[in-house]
């Protein structure tokens, strides 16, 4: 008791201390500080009750409790002095004994009876919490409720914790945040009491996978804790302090890729993550070691490797670049900090992309086209037209790109130089050219060599409408085709002119230039017609001449089956169709000529057979017979096909009935009749229902007198009842029977008169018997008072019983009552105190 006193002393002192630090102390500064999501997983088995060591009597947790207190007391401290819910740090309590709850997200603090004996569950106490001043006692009452109780299964333990941590890390709110895990225990990983390696094993492979994401602290409150441990020395079985050390180190992030106590793998430099304490003084001084290093943890720094990387792609010479981008590249960079942290990574990253942004924006200044302007100018001046190929003076002005910037000057300077080449290399040529004066059509301008002798070729243009070519006139000059002419400087752009004159067509030619002039063959019954010409060649459009004697005359020799030809057509089959010739060429008929009246023939075709309406059947087959004599001719025959439903008495197979249609025989469509029949849908005839009243038709009697007897009607033709349509009518002259009551007061007896009585029937209220009530006999007036004074007896009795005010019974009741609830009270009290 003495030794807890002192820890509490040198709590409370070290409180006082840390009170009066600097806010820095806990962390350097909001900006900087590391909001932590810590798991706290605490033993809480049996053990947990027994001293530290046999040299130090403090229970084990009480120095928990007043340790993870102190835990909780640091962080509402310094969450107290941070704004921001996001960089504030959380807490998470998991207790550890036996097994987990049916419902593990169950969070509590709850125990399970086995074997008569009480154990905690493995269990989630508290999920994450953010203490501050203001709630960190509802996160110490938490702490403060545990009873050890149990074995230590840390494998369910370490379970619970990777379920916290996977939490922590999906909230994107604790996107920055670190994630710790500190795992506390008194002894050996059990099932029961002794050292279980599946537990210890289950442990460790599960804080593998926490180690992903968070770092693993364990901390050892045994006589066998000595860190230095780290597996087995020498030969022979392990030893419970080797086991145990080396378990504890695989828990912990000493080992990231521990596999068993026996396989701890690397350890990570540096590292010190499992501590061990065996006395309250060193549990104190550790916790206090680690309460520190949490709270003073901050930021990495923000990586600005991109940045590094961005600035070496600045052009070393920025002369050649416009003043606006070269001035907005150095702004980005001005605007760079270097002093930020992880947290504002995305910053840092924009910095960079702003860079780079800024280098791909750098503009060159542009070159200088001065000369190419100039010379561009000199070339406008010229007249294309007096030139024998202009072409690559346009080609090299349209080469010039104006997009140039200063670093491709020489390109420029070369642009400006092939313009005036073209222009140096320029020739004279002579231009004349053709003018149609009316025509129609093109022709190539000529080529004229200058101050030599140019022949007038054939003219190619159409002439005017009613004119033919004459000749070509320069100036006013005509020159016939093959005339010679010499052009010189001063003739540039002269025109060659076509002349034209007036056609006259009075050549009667049925052929010119090889050409016919025909307008219109000569037909059975009218002349050639041809178009008239000029002597020059022309054929006229619409001056024509007649061709006497041409016409060709009918030739009745065709042969057109058609009606427009039809003479005669065959009455019947026995006869021919008879037709009239057509002309040869012009297909005219001979009927329409009074000259050709014998131009006609017979044809092969015969006229229609004459078919009987009616079929001709026997037993397989049908047809339809010719009427003309001499012709033998059927048509239409077929085998018989019974495909017709015909409802006609001489296809009857069986009558309808009241529930069934009639039936008859399928027939062919030439009316034989078939052995198949179908049912005439619609037919049947339907019950005819009668009223029968005989008693094998009753439907029910009836109850009383109100009632009738119903009968079920009879069909008259088949004898079914309607009992399945349930339709039935009532006997009206049938009535059931009376139901009689019991007998009924009118007149109760007297001394001095009889009294009367009757019975009625209860559904129509009709009197069914009446009989006499006797008079009553007389009765003695001693008896009378007798009767009297019992009854006065009675009342008085009674108005005592109901009294009130007397409370003389009830006072043993309430002091009874107040004896149970002191003795209660006494009893709960003397446990609250032990």
């Avoid at 910053?347 to 942004?357: E, P, Q």
Wanted: charge should be neutral; glycine fraction near 4%.
């Amino acid at each position: 008791m003495k030794i807890y006193k002192k820890v509490m002393a040198c709590i409370l002192t070290l409180m006082m201390f840390f009170a009066q630090m600097p806010v820095n102390v806990f962390a350097a500064n909001q900006k900087n500080n590391i909001p932590l999501d810590i798991v706290l997983v605490l033993d809480v088995s049996g053990s947990m009750v027994d001293p530290i060591t046999l040299t130090d009597s403090t229970k084990r947790i009480t120095i928990l409790k007043d340790s993870i207190n102190q835990f909780i007391e640091g962080f509402a401290e310094n969450n107290s002095k941070i704004n921001q819910a996001n960089k504030q740090s959380r807490i998470s309590i998991i207790k550890f004994s036996g097994k987990i709850p049916d419902n593990a997200d169950k969070i509590g603090n709850d125990t399970y009876q086995e074997n008569r004996n009480t154990y905690n569950y493995t269990q989630i106490m508290s999920g994450f919490f953010t203490a501050t001043n203001e709630n960190k006692a509802k996160l110490e009452d938490v702490v403060n409720s545990i009873s050890p109780a149990g074995a230590t299964r840390s494998d369910y333990a370490m379970e619970l914790a990777l379920k916290q941590i996977k939490q922590s890390k999906n909230d994107e709110s604790r996107k920055y945040a670190k994630r710790i895990v500190f795992f506390v225990t008194d002894g050996q990983p059990t099932t029961l009491s002794n050292f279980d390696d599946d537990v210890a094993n289950k442990a460790i492979t599960t804080s593998k996978e926490i180690k992903k994401d968070a770092e693993v602290y364990t901390f050892g409150m045994f006589s066998l804790t000595d860190p230095s441990i780290t597996g087995h020395v020498g030969s022979g079985s392990w030893s419970n302090a080797e086991k145990f050390n080396a378990y504890m180190h695989g828990v912990s992030s000493n080992y990231p890729d521990a596999e068993s106590y026996e396989n701890l793998g690397t350890r990570a430099e540096n590292s010190a993550y499992y501590m061990g304490a065996k006395s309250s003084n060193e549990a104190t001084a550790i916790f206090n070691s680690v309460l520190n290093k949490l709270l003073s943890m901050t930021y990495a720094g923000a990586d600005y490797t991109k940045v590094t990387e961005a600035k070496k792609r600045i052009p070393s010479d920025l002369t050649l670049y416009t003043d606006e981008t070269v001035q907005a590249l150095e702004d980005v960079l001005k605007d760079v900090k270097y002093d930020l942290d992880i947290t504002q990574q995305d910053t840092v990253y924009g910095y960079a992309d702003a860079i780079n942004k800024a280098i791909n924006q750098l503009k060159y200044k542009a070159a200088d086209y001065t000369e190419v302007d100039k010379a561009i100018e000199k070339a406008n001046k010229l007249n294309k037209d007096n030139y024998k190929d202009f072409s690559k003076v346009e080609d090299a002005i349209k080469t010039v790109v104006r997009s140039k910037n200063i670093t491709e000057q020489d390109e420029v300077d070369a642009m400006a130089k092939a313009i005036n080449d073209a222009i140096d290399a320029l020739g004279f040529q002579l231009k004349i050219k053709y003018g149609s004066n009316g025509g129609t059509g093109t022709m190539a301008n000529p080529t004229v060599e200058l101050d030599k002798e140019f022949t007038f070729s054939k003219c190619e243009y159409v002439a005017p409408n009613g004119k033919h070519f004459k000749g070509w006139q320069v100036d006013n000059t005509v020159y016939k085709v093959g005339d010679k002419r010499v052009f010189t400087k001063d003739d540039q752009n002269k025109e060659i002119k076509a002349v034209w004159e007036e056609h006259t067509f009075d050549q009667k030619l049925k052929e010119v230039n090889g050409v016919s002039t025909l307008k219109d063959k000569a037909t059975c019954t009218t002349n050639a017609i041809y178009y008239k010409s000029c002597a020059c060649g022309q054929v006229s459009t619409t001056e024509t001449f007649e061709d006497k004697d041409t016409k060709l005359g009918h030739e009745y020799t065709k042969q057109i089956k058609d009606a427009k030809y039809l003479k005669s057509q065959g009455s019947n089959c026995q006869e021919h169709d008879a037709y009239w010739y057509a002309c040869s060429r012009c297909d005219v008929s001979a009927k329409d000529d009074e000259n050709a009246q014998d131009k006609y023939y017979e044809s092969a075709e015969v006229g229609n057979h004459v078919l009987s309406k009616d079929w001709n059947k026997d037993s397989n087959n049908h047809w339809h017979s010719c009427t003309v004599p001499g012709c033998n001719e059927v048509s239409d025959k077929g085998n018989h096909v019974y495909d017709q439903e015909v409802e006609s008495s001489e296809y009857l197979a069986t009558p309808a009935t009241c529930m069934t249609p009639a039936r008859y025989y399928k027939s062919c469509i030439c009316g034989a009749k078939g052995t198949e029949a179908f049912a005439a849908t619609g037919t049947h005839l339907g019950h005819a229902y009668i009223e029968v009243k005989n008693p094998q038709f009753l439907r029910e009697k009836a109850t009383n007198c109100k009632e009738h007897d119903t009968y079920w009607y009879v069909c008259s033709r088949c004898g079914k009842t309607s009992k399945t349509i349930n339709k039935y009518y009532e006997d009206k002259d049938s009535k059931g029977e009376h139901i009689s009551s019991d007998w009924i007061i009118d007149q109760q007896p007297t001394v001095a008169k009889e009294g009367s009585k009757h019975k009625e029937c209860t559904v129509c209220k009709e009197v069914l018997e009446t009989e006499k009530i006797a008079k009553l006999e007389n009765v003695k007036t001693e008896t009378k008072k007798e009767e009297t004074a019992s009854k006065k007896e009675i009342k008085v009795e009674s108005k005592k019983a109901v009294t009130t005010g007397d409370n003389t019974n009830s006072i043993v009741p309430i002091v009874l009552l107040g004896i149970s609830l002191l003795g209660i009270y006494m009893i709960v009290m003397k446990k609250c105190v032990r």
